[in-house]
């Protein structure tokens, strides 16, 4: 077997635009351009109207039970974010598709946009029937009533982000003799699955997912979009085969981007350093219709603020909030970073305002055993860690630097565990996971894995493309689980096979490779401390000619548990950082007054390039295993948690002004 | 219209409207999927191929534009004996994650190796300034073809 | 997607042939490189009737140097200005000026005329030109003319070439001796640079014997020039400094989504100390 990316290299790949069949309709979406307004007329198409309502369910059935507005496949008298899809139209020639997306009709009554938390917090509710604007409430911790010598306040802001992965989001669906066969960009081919099922009314036996090549993802590939449905809907009544490619037009104003998330937090301490609590409020913009995930965002943010600290008060409440703006999707990190750029920059103000070093301050108020927040995070002890990774970065010469540093955690998501299937077959070793890699290299654990229990060389190990008819129950790849899930279900798979291979006499690794032998696991999980990792980051910047804001240097000490694949895990890594950098300096998804999104081109979006990568050294650590069989911990979101305090810090230390807004102000400059 | 065009030195003629992108007319007529849309304004590179030699962003020229030049394509890089000196480095240092930006850097980084002197980690990094990779924050990627240049 | 509307495709091969069809046509857009016409086709900020394209003109593709100016063809690509220049301080500053256009791939496409005929104060080209005072050469029918390229602009977007004319290329005296400087500042959102400034001067026996500058970008609009008979009898770079920031601080520059009017001053200001430094200091 070959290295996974080498077929790419010989144009091999197989993409979801890839793919073709005969008589394939391209699907286009005709979307609002109104960020707020009623629908007076839409003429063309396939409408909210004209939907075979036996087909599909609009999304009350979905809504049921549910204290929140569901994002409609098609909008209906009223559009709320612009971009939102109104009509579908189709043809066999994807540029005649386009052609007829722009003879369909649509006319607007203006209404004014909600752009901003503040404005939702004070506005008439955008959806009908409801008192106000806010999706949910949440109290994190207890209130506590301070009597410490040092409170200091501050607003900190996290601008929305889009998830920009450079392969877009697409989708082929394929009704035909009663099955729904659909080829997807994804992460997680059950999570396309459940939603197909539920909203079309389809048994779940009748649907077949296969994850196509997947060019990134960063939480934009999980959920379950309306382009999704219609793709799929289409097919079931035409009973063609049915494309839909995302323009990258359409990633900016259509796609779940992640962050927008505002905290206004007050921290109480002594004056010698110590921490005696932390208190506000945190919300969240969710746009213009919410999930699960959205709707609990601020609240699982307040679950975490606390990080690898010992804090004995917290109080927080969380709003999620609606605005006239893309729905809130998880972006690498998702929420993981908002916390620990919240804790990060307060406990920076307490330190600056008791002149005292900033590691100082943030070593004293590590936990010596085990602690549990008063929000119920259970973190372990990390002083070690941390005074450990202080030397290895050599501090005291990033000091002169004025380097910023950042203290974090980085909590799995491994609830709902994993499942894996491993196949031996004429000679090769094929596994499924179901965590669908997207960007990860999770085949290097793989191979790892398999060579470990099996005994089976890595090169006749491939790891498969998601698939929910080889594996029938699966979970998803996201929030850094699948080497601590996935990694765990494949090495129980792996054990359950040599078990199966021992029991007919195949001892040797040949003998199993030419074997026709399968094994399947799955297993929940529950997130136990020993799970969490620590991250030291610190970031050098440098004000180039006193007007553009760069980071330099980028220094990682990342514990990563037992680690699986070196490789793997250096690129998530300095990927993860690139992306946390740049947050702080340039990408964000601003709108401008009419809520229109105000980047028209990828580059425009602020991201990365070659010339924007600072100098990165990165370091590994185990600092204690998990307390899986493997022992690894997860590290996709690491750079994203730790990159954006540590630039932010690094800059403030140059130009002498508090940085707590994302992303910079470049007029702090002036 | 119909135009021919000379793709990895197989021509491929066929009867297309004169908006027919370059992109489109290799991955849709000629059928090699290797090259990528990634964002379709010129600022990602996935679309990358060499036009006579000079690399050239495929979703931003008409294909009519390309006729009687030679274009090769990032399955026209490797050839009978595999992967071509940079690829083959990129695979084994295992550069590339999502590997959608397969295309963009093995025609860059040949272009490098074909046409660069003195090439250094700087060099290289501003060479690729073209072309996006989104997962790995480009060290790798960097590294690899400033290795692979030096040994020329 | 991003897909061009319907158009018919024209190819010419000599000016009278442009002229003809370009003529003929209600709505023509001109495609040389590409880089422009087809992204403005693709975002259908355009519908033409015809796209002509004149990349194989001869009198585009020529590049003409002579014993005291050059001509660059409209057609002549960004990237092989660094190869086929003349040594010259002129053509020095015009190559340091389209080498930093886009990248290499952009470069390689894009052309000359269509870094100087879109008009957006974002290209590089029209401050280098304007500060080494050169000459649009403006072709249609039965007539040529040489205009100088601080009056080709009219407002953003917006050059004087009217349907059936052609830029056939740009006209510059060479110079010798002098130093130049290339100076930008990009906004990563938003594709676009706040100001651009180019520089050319000689000193000659530690006296300042000329002095050019142009100033351009998003904080500025069309390329403004300065010129040193505004500073003769003045040497100090200082002063000559202090007089260009004057001119800054009467310029009208909003606050947008680009920045604040502050930051995008201080962007100008910076940029144009640090070009004034890189040709006048000592």
């Not at chain 1, 009554?109 to 901003?116: A, G, H, N, Q, W």
């Not at chain 1, 919410?290 to 965002?297: E, V, Y």
């Not at chain 3, 002098?178 to 100076?183: C, D, H, M």
Request: proline content about 4%; charged content about 25%; hydrophobic content about 40%.
């Amino acid at each position: 077997m070959s290295e996974r990316t080498e077929k790419f290299f010989k144009g091999k790949g197989s993409f979801v635009d890839d793919i073709t069949f005969p008589d394939m309709l391209y699907l286009e979406i005709v979307r609002s351009r109104k960020a707020h307004a009623k629908l007076l007329k839409v003429k063309g198409g396939l409408t909210a109207d004209s939907l075979d309502l036996t087909l599909i369910s609009t999304g009350e059935s979905y809504r049921k039970g549910k204290n929140y507005e569901v994002e409609p496949v098609l909008a209906k008298e009223k559009v709320l974010y612009y971009g939102q899809p109104v009509s579908a139209v189709y043809d066999k020639d994807k540029y005649k598709a386009k052609d007829l997306a722009e003879t369909v009709e649509i006319s607007y009554e203006e209404l004014k946009p909600i752009l901003t938390i503040e404005d939702s917090l004070s506005s008439k509710p955008i959806h009908d029937g409801r008192k106000d604007n806010i999706v949910s409430s949440f109290e994190v911790g207890k209130k506590f009533s301070p009597e410490s010598k040092i409170k200091l306040s501050d607003e900190l802001f996290m601008e929305r982000v889009l998830p920009n992965p450079l392969e877009t989001r697409g989708i082929v669906a394929f009704y035909n003799s009663g099955k729904l066969n659909v080829w997807i960009s994804t992460q997680s081919v059950y999570s396309i699955k459940n939603g197909l099922s539920r909203i079309l009314g389809l048994n779940p036996a009748d649907i077949n997912v296969y994850q196509t090549d997947t060019g990134g993802a960063f939480g934009s590939k999980s959920a379950v979009y309306p382009e999704y449905v219609i793709a799929s809907y289409l097919s079931i009544k035409t009973k063609k085969p049915v494309k839909w490619i995302e323009s990258r037009e359409e990633h900016i104003s259509s796609t779940r981007p992640g962050r927008g998330a505002k905290a206004q937090l007050k921290i109480y301490g002594d004056e010698k350093g110590k921490i005696d609590g932390i208190e506000g409020k945190i919300l969240v913009d969710v746009g213009a219709y919410a999930d699960d995930l959205s709707s609990t965002s601020p609240s699982w943010i307040g679950y975490q603020i606390t990080g690898p600290y010992m804090i004995e008060n917290v109080f927080i409440e969380g709003y999620s909030v609606y605005t006239n703006k893309a729905p809130l999707g998880p972006y690498r990190g998702a929420g993981r970073p908002e916390a620990a750029f919240f804790m990060e920059r307060m406990i920076d103000l307490y330190a600056d305002h008791l002149g005292l070093d900033p590691v100082d301050v943030r070593l004293k108020n590590l936990p010596e055993k085990e602690f549990i927040s008063p929000t119920g995070l259970k973190v372990l002890p990390s002083k070690a860690f941390f005074e450990d990774g202080i030397k290895k970065i050599n501090y005291a010469e990033l000091k002169k630097k004025n380097a910023g540093i950042s203290f974090g955690i980085l909590i799995p998501a491994v609830y709902g565990g994993e499942s894996a299937k491993i196949k031996v077959e004429n000679g090769t070793v094929k596994v499924w996971l179901g965590g669908n890699a997207h960007w990860q290299r999770h085949e290097l654990f793989v191979k790892r894995i398999i060579k470990e229990v099996l005994g089976i060389p890595e090169d006749k190990v491939v790891l498969m493309n998601g698939n929910t008819s080889e594996l029938e129950k699966g979970i998803g790849t996201w929030g850094s689980r699948s080497a601590i899930v996935a990694g765990y279900a494949l090495y129980k798979a792996a054990l359950a096979l040599k078990e199966k291979a021992e029991k007919i006499g195949l001892k040797e690794p040949q003998q199993v490779l030419s074997s026709d032998l399968s094994s399947e696991y799955y297993e929940n999980m529950q997130l136990d401390p020993s799970m969490i990792s620590f991250l030291l980051t610190a970031a050098v910047a440098e004000i180039e000619d006193g007007i553009k804001p760069v980071i330099k240097e980028i220094w990682a000490y990342y514990d990563v548990g037992e680690p699986l694949s070196l490789e793997a895990i250096y690129g998530q890594i300095t990927g993860g950082l690139l992306m946390g950098v740049q947050e702080v300096l340039t990408e964000a998804l601003k709108c401008d007054e009419n809520g229109k999104p105000i980047p028209e081109t990828l580059s425009a979006t602020g991201i990365a390039y070659s010339i924007n990568a600072p100098k990165y050294d990165v370091q590994i650590t185990s600092f204690g295993r998990s307390n899986t069989l493997h022992g690894a911990k997860g590290v996709g979101e690491a750079g994203t948690i730790g990159a954006p305090p540590a630039s932010a810090r690094a800059i403030e230390n140059l130009i002498k002004k508090r940085v707590n807004r994302l992303p910079l102000n470049l007029d702090l400059l002036t | 219209m119909k135009i021919k065009l000379n793709i990895n030195g197989t021509d491929y003629e066929s009867e297309v409207e004169p908006r027919m992108l370059l992109v489109d007319f290799i991955r849709d007529v000629a059928g090699l999927k290797g090259t990528h849309v990634g964002c379709e304004t010129g600022s990602c590179g996935s679309c990358m191929v060499l036009l006579d030699g000079m690399p050239v962003k495929s979703c931003l020229m008409l294909a009519v534009q390309a006729e009687g030049k030679k274009i090769i394509t990032v399955e026209g890089l490797s050839g009978k004996n595999g992967l071509n000196k940079v690829q083959k480095a990129l695979s084994e240092r295992k550069a590339l994650q999502c590997g959608f930006c397969a295309a963009g850097f093995s025609i860059m980084g040949t272009w490098i190796l074909d046409n660069e002197k003195n090439v250094d980690y700087q060099k290289v990094k501003e060479d690729i300034a073209g072309v996006v990779c989104r997962c790995s924050g480009y060290d790798q990627i960097i590294k690899t073809i400033t290795e692979v240049a030096k040994n020329e | 997607m991003k897909i061009p509307p319907n158009f018919k495709y024209i190819r010419t091969y000599t000016l009278d042939e442009y002229y003809e069809k370009a003529n003929q046509t209600s709505l023509p857009l001109i495609i040389s490189g590409g880089t422009v016409a087809v992204l403005m086709l693709k975002n259908r900020l355009i519908r033409p009737e015809a796209v002509i394209d004149i990349s194989q003109i001869p009198e585009l593709n020529v590049l003409k140097i002579n014993k005291d100016d050059v001509f660059i063809g409209a057609n002549m690509k960004l990237y092989k200005l660094k190869n086929v220049l003349p040594n010259d301080s002129a053509s020095e500053l015009i190559v340091k000026s389209a080498s930093t256009v886009g990248d290499i791939a952009i470069r390689s496409m894009g052309s000359v005329g269509g870094n100087v005929c879109l008009g957006d104060p974002s290209n590089d080209l029209p401050v280098a030109l304007t500060a080494i005072d050169a000459q649009a050469v403006i072709g249609k029918k039965d007539d040529i003319t040489y205009l100088p390229i601080t009056n080709f602009y009219i407002k953003p977007f917006k050059t004087v070439l009217n349907k059936g004319e052609i830029l056939l290329g740009v006209n510059y005296k060479m110079l010798n001796g002098y130093r130049t400087s290339y100076k930008k500042h990009f906004i990563n959102f938003l594709d676009h640079y706040v100001g651009i400034v180019a520089a050319i001067a000689k000193i000659e026996e530690n006296a300042i014997k000329d002095f050019k500058m142009a100033i351009g970008g998003e904080a500025v609009g069309k390329p403004v020039k300065f010129d040193l008979s505004e500073f003769s009898n003045v040497d100090e770079i200082k002063i000559i400094k202090e007089r260009i920031f004057d001119y800054v601080n009467t310029m009208h520059i909003e606050n947008n989504r680009f920045g604040t009017a502050n930051y995008k001053k201080k962007v100008l200001y910076t940029l144009i100390s640090r070009a004034i430094d890189e040709v006048l200091k000592l």
